[in-house]
């Protein structure tokens, strides 16, 4: 009977994301995507295009931190977010035609001001996305996201392996065809999904400075991973090219399929998790075999970089959806802080190496990676933040019932619901009896409560910020302190306790 209801649950997560039909224009990201590709990065032919990098990225972060700024005091309109949207596309593609230019006339002054123009360009036309993605509830954002960041993959792949101006000409067309994917975009009729409640309103401002600091540290690390040893870019041949934009492809529908096919939860612990491994994977390499594996281990950090844009935007318009702030507050500073940090690791490197470092740079060099990974994982691989709503849960969920189908009540103990429902000091009561008479921890106790409240272990485990595992594991060692075998068993000994206490 339960395999057949989760059975259920999984069709029917399936399904919502084409419950409407499938709106091909919100893939116009991944326009975008291969834009930046081709002007930013020198398609991923080497880690990145090197000074042109560093200049490019630099506007491009300040740009999203200024606009956040301004979003801040002034909220965005929809004239203004038209102004964004246009400016973007033509900032794009004039940075784009000097890049050409400059590359065929070895100019550095055309190129200097194609790495201003093109960087500016960037923070607009990403942003321009925001307006249209911000309308969609979280499991087709997850959807169209992950397939255009595996298609915009896919496209710097194939013209990684073209001429350098055929590259260009190429980018050169991609503004125009964001913007005509993205007009049509924020015009599609996809229905009204109710409006979230603004619960990340109540955060403390501690979470956003836990949360952006976590950001700026992995993007450092990032960036010094980017230019190892000495700054200047590496290399990437047809093998660790593959490795990039394939693996890329690979972990993209990998999370299409976790969160929508088998209808598992796509938390941000999960996610950033599987940043941290490839990441750390890249370092290890690195710091073992810093000659020989160099190409690859900066192939599988690039990986983790790229696959970090679909995180932070499938997270960030999660956040979005949930605060009265505007959007453009919401990705621009996250996105600066993570682009600015990267751009400072990447100028420190040349830094490093202008004053002829080189003897001892490399250890010292993975051993700043390496902090700056272990702070960005103690920041945000925690269940503490955020407070107030687990990052990436379904709008639709029902915390009480979400493994029951549509149309059946919960079963619950109505005498034990009275009882711990009616006050949350209730439930701390039985809380507080649990833990004196029965040696429980402060989490198992907190399980067993709600458990006797008839709520379900995925309901436990978002209410309590843990993993659905840590709950078993919770109940089971509660269990056995209590005595009991079954959740009947709690519920009578709760019931016991609560008709003592009256």
């Known amino acids: 009977m339960t395999d057949d209801i989760d059975a259920r649950n999984r069709a029917h997560a399936w399904k919502a994301p084409w419950a409407t039909p499938f709106f091909a224009p919100f893939l116009g990201l991944a326009a975008t995507r291969v834009w930046m590709q081709c002007t ?36 965005a309109m929809p004239e203004a977010r038209r102004a964004v949207s246009f400016a973007g596309t033509f900032l794009m593609t004039v940075g784009s035609i000097l890049i050409l230019l400059g590359s065929s006339s070895s100019n550095m002054g055309i190129l200097l001001a194609a790495c201003i123009l093109a960087g500016i360009g960037g923070a607009l036309g990403g942003a321009m996305w925001i307006e249209a993605y911000i309308r969609l509830d979280l ?18 792949l194939v013209l990684s392996f073209a001429p350098v101006t055929t590259m260009l000409a190429a980018g050169m067309l991609m503004p125009a065809l964001s913007l005509l994917c993205h007009q049509r975009a924020v015009r599609i009729d996809i229905g009204t999904p109710p409006k979230p409640k603004p619960v990340f309103d109540a955060e403390p401002i501690s979470t956003a400075l836990i949360i952006v600091g976590g950001l700026a540290a992995f993007g450092f690390a990032l960036g010094v991973a980017r230019g190892f040893p000495l700054g200047q870019p590496v290399q990437l041949d047809v093998p660790e090219r593959m490795v990039h934009q394939l693996g890329v492809i690979a ?53 983790a970089d790229t696959l970090m844009l679909g995180i932070m935007w499938v997270t960030l318009q999660d956040v979005a959806r949930h605060t009265s702030r505007d959007a453009y507050v919401i990705y621009g500073l996250a996105w600066a802080a993570r682009v600015l940090a990267r751009d400072a690791a990447r100028v420190l490197l040349v830094f490093v190496a202008s004053m002829g470092a080189a003897a001892y740079a490399a250890s010292a060099i993975v051993g700043a990676m390496s902090f700056a990974l272990a702070l960005s994982m103690v920041m945000l691989l925690t269940s503490e933040i955020p407070r107030t709503r687990p990052l990436l849960t379904w709008d639709d969920e029902v915390p009480a019932s979400p493994a029951l189908p549509s149309g059946r009540k919960e079963d619950r103990n109505p005498a034990v619901d009275n009882a711990l429902d009616a006050s949350d000091g209730s439930l701390e009561r039985t809380e507080a009896w649990l833990r004196e008479h029965f040696g429980l921890s402060k989490r ?25 595992n840590t709950v078993r594991t919770h109940a089971k060692n509660a269990y056995a302190k209590l005595g009991v075998h079954s959740n009947q068993e709690l519920i009578d000994l709760i019931e016991q306790q609560e008709a003592r206490m009256r």
């Open 40 to 75: 930013f990065f020198g398609a991923y032919a080497q880690s990145d295009a090197g000074t042109l990098t560093i200049v490019n990225q630099l506007f491009y972060g300040l740009a999203m931190l200024i606009g956040a700024l301004i979003a801040l005091k002034h909220h």
């Open 139 to 156: 499991r087709r954002c997850i959807l169209y996201a992950f397939l255009s960041l595996a298609l915009g993959s896919f496209g710097g």
């Open 251 to 303: 972990v993209s529908l990998f999370i299409i399929w976790w969160s929508l096919v088998k209808n598992r939860r796509l938390g941000f612990s999960f996610l950033w998790r599987i940043e941290i491994t490839l990441v750390a994977f890249g370092t290890l390499a690195l710091s073992l075999f810093p000659d020989d594996a160099l190409p690859l281990a900066v192939a599988v950090i690039n990986a």
């Open 444 to 468: 198992e106790a907190q399980v067993a409560a709600l458990i006797a409240m008839g709520r379900s272990k995925i309901y436990i485990a978002e209410h309590l910020f843990i993993a659905d």
